[in-house]
Each structure stands twice: as structure tokens, then as C-alpha cells.
């Protein structure tokens, strides 16, 4: 069945570091979304990207998108305590959404 | 506010006891679907429904039910044949299922089940 893979599992940064996560799909993706989920809480939609090579940007966030439309990462420049949580990825196949299983972020202070 | 209300927000059961687990959205959204997340596997989707009175098995179906009588509802059962049911449960809605945009979800702020 259809996978999406996602590295690395945890990671942790200090404090104004970068950091990336990374997506891959075992089949082409009709699109990719990237949700983040704070401790305890539920995740929430960032952004959504549709075209091959895309690439989106939110403040600090840079999302791509592969040219293949197989792999994604999501980058983040300066890290703050405000951006620990977990983040997923997930890719729409034939019906569904297929989720990442998510990378851990930890900011050391 | 539009949103998703899922509740109990945490629920002890003892084992061979089913449980309900109820979801309501008021965003008009046609989809719905229920996720289990356990530590370190992510989400995986349990069942969805693009439309009243219908729904499918996602990838870990067994041991559970569902049912979808009203747009806006769609409760979760975790009845005694589900083996391992100690999780997080997730609800999320979508406008439509598919691509194009209409499939971004709203979550719920989840269930957290605790068997006995």
C-alpha cells in the first residue's frame, strides 16, 4: 500500500539552529500537506503544496515540494522554543491522505 | 466559532467494555474521518465518510465501528474486539475527499482512551 516516510524521527536543536524534516512517498502524490502538533495538543494545518518543485514560504518556514511529486521537507531557519512540536507530513494518493510518521522537534534553550 | 468538539476529552474503560466516542463539526464539511495516533507511528486512519450514511474502513478498521446518520456527526465505538485500544483519537473533518485542496483537515482536540 501506499507509504509516506519521513526523517528523522526526533530532532533536537538548540536554540537558533535550522532545521529540516524530510518526506518521501513510494508513489507520485497529487499534493502534500504539513501539519504541526504541539505537545498535548492536536495537529493543525500549515500549508499545502500542489505543483512539482514548488516551494512556500511562512516567515521562518520554507516547505518544498519534489519534482517528482515523491518527496517534500519542510525547513526551519532560526529555531525558537515557540516551534517545539511534532511535524507531519501527509500526501494525497488515489483517495486518501497518507500521514508522515512525524519528526520530533526539541529546542534547547 | 466553526470547529470539531470531541468528547470525552479522556476515558478510562475496563477491558470488555465498548466505548463511544462522540464527534461533532459545525464547519458544513462533507468528510470525516477518524484517526488513532500511538507514540512514534504517526496518525492512522481508522474510517472515513465522504457523505451521510456511508463510510469505509481505513487501514485499521478492526475492532471498531462507526456511524454517520447526520452530516455533522460521527461517533467512534471502540468495542472489546479491538486488542490493543489504549490510545489517542483523533476526529478531523474535510469539505470533500480527494485532491484540489478541499481535502486539508481541521482536527479535533482528541480522546485519550485508557484501558484498564
Known amino acids: 500500500g501506499q507509504q509516506v516516510m519521513q526523517i528523522p524521527q526526533y530532532q533536537h536543536v538548540q536554540e537558533g539552529e535550522d532545521f529540516t524534516t524530510y518526506c518521501n512517498s513510494s508513489t507520485t502524490l497529487s499534493n502534500i500537506q504539513w501539519y504541526k502538533q504541539r505537545p498535548g495538543g492536536h495537529p493543525v494545518f500549515l500549508i499545502q503544496?500542489?505543483?512539482?518543485?514548488e516551494v512556500k514560504k511562512q516567515k521562518r518556514l520554507t516547505f518544498q515540494f519534489g519534482e517528482a511529486k515523491k518527496n517534500s521537507s519542510l525547513h526551519i531557519t532560526a529555531t525558537q522554543t515557540t516551534d517545539v512540536g511534532t511535524y507531519f507530513c501527509a500526501g494525497t494518493g488515489a483517495n486518501n491522505l497518507f500521514f508522515g510518521t512525524g519528526t520530533r522537534l526539541t529546542v534547547i534553550p | 466559532d466553526g470547529g470539531i468538539t470531541q468528547s470525552p476529552k479522556y476515558l478510562f474503560r475496563k477491558e470488555g467494555q465498548n466505548v463511544t466516542l462522540s464527534c461533532e463539526q459545525n464547519l458544513n464539511h462533507d468528510a470525516m474521518y477518524w484517526y488513532r495516533q500511538d507514540p512514534g507511528q504517526g496518525l492512522r486512519l481508522i474510517y472515513y465518510s465522504q457523505i451521510v450514511n456511508d463510510f469505509q474502513k481505513g487501514d485499521i478498521a478492526e475492532g471498531y465501528s462507526v456511524s454517520r446518520e447526520k452530516k455533522e456527526s460521527f461517533p467512534l465505538t471502540v468495542t472489546s474486539a479491538q486488542k490493543n485500544p489504549t490510545a489517542f483519537y483523533l476526529c478531523?473533518?474535510?469539505?470533500?475527499?480527494?485532491?484540489?485542496?478541499?481535502?486539508?483537515?481541521?482536527f479535533g482536540a482528541g480522546s485519550r482512551l485508557t484501558v484498564l
Open positions: 478531523a473533518s474535510s469539505a470533500r475527499t480527494g485532491s484540489g485542496g478541499a481535502n486539508v483537515l481541521t
Open positions: 503544496l500542489v505543483k512539482s518543485g
